[in-house]
């Protein structure tokens, strides 16, 4: 049974920081391009970054360029999203995504390319 588990949301303030994790279990996340997409309420789904197999291709939304980083660790089956200077317009409700791809490098930006959904973290930034 395939399953992504995301944890690392929460309450934060602005300027402050966040780690999100995203752990694969039923299958081997090498064989897999990840990413992270979030939706706010009333506002589309959007994907935030993604990371092909070999994370040699990364891909951040422009609004989060500098910010977040996103990375890989094959060996625990899991993807990291660092968070920093965080932004109330960052609150939204954080998924990790998984697509089988045979390529080590291409990465993916739509969620229609996904196979596999986690079901969320929410991460709020207010003060």
């Known amino acids: 049974q395939v399953q992504l588990v995301e944890s690392g949301g929460g309450l934060v303030q602005p300027g402050g920081s966040l780690t999100l994790s995203c752990v694969v279990s039923?299958?081997?996340?090498?064989?897999?391009?990840m990413g992270w997409f979030r939706q706010a309420p009333g506002k589309e789904r959007e994907c935030v970054s993604a990371?092909?197999?070999?994370?040699?291709?990364?891909y951040y939304t422009n609004s989060v360029k500098g910010r977040f980083t996103i990375s890989r660790d094959n060996a625990k089956n899991t993807v990291y999203l660092q968070m920093n200077s965080l932004k109330p317009e960052d609150t939204a409700v954080y998924y990790c995504a998984a697509r089988a791809t045979p390529s080590e490098t291409n990465r993916f930006l739509q969620g229609s390319d996904y196979d596999y959904w986690g079901q969320g973290t929410q991460v709020t930034v207010s003060s």
């Open positions: 039923g299958f081997t996340s090498e064989d897999y391009a």
């Open positions: 990371i092909s197999r070999n994370a040699g291709n990364l």
